[in-house]
């Protein structure tokens, strides 16, 4: 192995446990050479801490360091100490470009200012799916010309803005029925479907996108034996060779149920390395971080992974370290302000109301059901809370709140005909289910997922997020101060 000139843990992305980089890590960085860390929620303190986490990391890793973590928007934001950026699908439902790429570099630069300079951001998937279990509102819209426009002018204002973007998840998560954190999902479309829908932005912005993430789904279709993370079929033929993409590929978590009860750490990095990836995101212990590392090492000397693929996935990852690199800009005062106002103005221009939707009179009788505590799934944040809810109606002065352990089991027979305005708001992710078809609320005000809307018939309010400015445009429509004048951009009339 005399003509290997790199380390395999070149091509390794890690995280890490605690707010802090305890001396273990470090030197587990620093001895495979490891040079990306992937940040999550666990790993977020104050913003002085965060700073110094990355300053720390920066130092272990090098001066080619790349410190990625989700910054998407609404559910999907791990730094919720900067000003909170709209989702995609409040964006798609505000339609303008313009502010699409304003609230794409206000998320960069918050981000830089934190020592981040790669953006696992925006989501170019197109949620075609009413039913999709993990996108929904991260998606733009349901058409590709939507997602390409507004995920395109997104890119570019945090590009522009000096931190690096990854559209994902190629070839497409939109369409799926199955979360991939949970099992494999399995997409039966033919690649001339595919082709007319879901390949439609990453093509359009391939020249564009300086990253790609994979998706963990199965085209039988198209490769019957892989999902596209680790398919030579989809990254090789389809990306590499017929699109030409010539930026860095990265893996999702190999650590998500869909690959790592299926093919485990080792095999799985290997195969994706092959396939045309040149960054694998594995999660875990120390131990087995390690696995994919030896796994990578093991297949170089055996002749499983030419040297040749290896340097070519490093060169690429060595161009989006120096074209992006660590920074640690001030971000405080007036700049940081107004691009909290900024995000604010984005979360209120998307509000929508459908079915006619229109506030009660502040002297009306009401009364708001709601699920008080909503648990996470882990890929978003903590769901708005029933105290978030009540926050709502302050200006009201006759509200009765009802407070429900599972909403999805609400029973509409058990509300009193009594003449009170009855609203349903909903704090939760997942789908009613078919009982919801016989709710008969006054309001019905969908805080997150926007298909909810789909399940009860009658006026709705939809937010598309719950962060503080989704929250505060909704509160002052309520109040009669605020317009609710987004155009949905995707179909939920029932």
């Not at 300079?117 to 925006?122: G, H, K, L, R």
Request: proline residues 5%; negative net charge.
């Amino acid at each position: 192995m005399s003509e290997q000139v790199f380390h395999p843990g070149r091509l390794v992305m890690v995280d890490i446990q605690g707010k802090t980089l305890d001396a273990t890590t470090a030197a587990f960085l620093r001895d495979n050479q490891i040079r990306a860390v992937c940040l999550f929620r666990k790993n977020l303190g104050t913003e002085a801490e965060v700073r110094q986490l990355t300053k720390d990391l920066r130092e272990a890793m090098g001066p080619d360091a790349l410190i990625g973590l989700d910054q998407e928007g609404g559910s999907v934001v791990r730094a919720t100490f900067l000003p909170q950026p709209p989702s995609a699908m409040a964006l798609g439902a505000a339609g303008d470009e313009a502010l699409a790429e304003q609230v794409g570099a206000a998320v960069a630069r918050g981000l830089r200012g934190i020592g981040i300079n790669w953006n696992f951001a925006p989501v170019t998937d197109i949620n075609n799916n009413p039913a999709n279990p993990v996108i929904a509102e991260r998606s733009f819209g349901e058409t590709a010309d939507t997602v390409t426009r507004l995920a395109g002018a997104w890119m570019k204002g945090s590009m522009d803005a000096g931190v690096a973007c990854c559209i994902k998840h190629f070839p497409g998560h939109g369409d799926t029925h199955v979360d991939s954190h949970l099992d494999l999902p399995t997409v039966e479309k033919t690649r001339a479907e595919l082709d007319a829908l879901e390949l439609k932005p990453f093509k359009a912005l391939r020249d564009a996108a300086p990253s790609i993430m994979t998706a963990h789904i199965v085209y039988p279709k198209i490769d019957p034996q892989y999902p596209a993370t680790l398919s030579k079929t989809i990254l090789g033929g389809i990306l590499r060779d017929e699109y030409g993409y010539d930026g860095v590929v990265i893996t999702d978590a190999l650590m998500m149920k869909a690959i790592a009860e299926r093919y485990g750490y080792a095999k799985a990095a290997v195969l994706a390395i092959n396939a045309g990836a040149d960054m694998i995101l594995a999660q875990g212990s120390l131990d087995e971080q390690a696995q994919a590392i030896l796994a990578l090492q093991d297949a170089l000397s055996r002749g499983g992974l030419s040297v040749e693929r290896g340097r070519q996935a490093e060169a690429r990852l060595d161009k989006l370290a120096r074209d992006f690199p660590v920074r640690f800009d001030d971000y405080a005062g007036a700049r940081r302000e107004q691009d909290d106002v900024l995000m604010r103005r984005a979360w209120a221009a998307g509000l929508s109301a459908l079915r006619g939707a229109t506030p009660p009179s502040a002297d009306r009788a009401i009364r708001v059901l709601v699920q008080d505590e909503v648990p996470t799934d882990g890929v978003s944040e903590a769901g708005p809370t029933g105290a978030q809810v009540r926050a709502l109606f302050e200006g009201y002065r006759d509200v009765e709140f009802v407070s429900l352990t599972d909403i999805a089991a609400l029973d509409w027979a058990t509300v009193p005909a009594d003449g009170r305005f009855t609203i349903v708001a909903s704090t939760h992710r997942a789908r009613y289910g078919e009982h919801a078809a016989a709710w008969r609320p006054d309001l019905h005000l969908v805080l997150w997922n926007p298909f909810q809307a789909l399940d009860v018939s009658g006026p709705t309010v939809i937010s598309w997020g719950y962060a503080d400015g989704a929250l505060a445009a909704l509160g002052a429509w309520l109040q009669g101060r605020g317009q609710a004048g987004g155009q949905s951009p995707v179909t939920l009339a029932a």
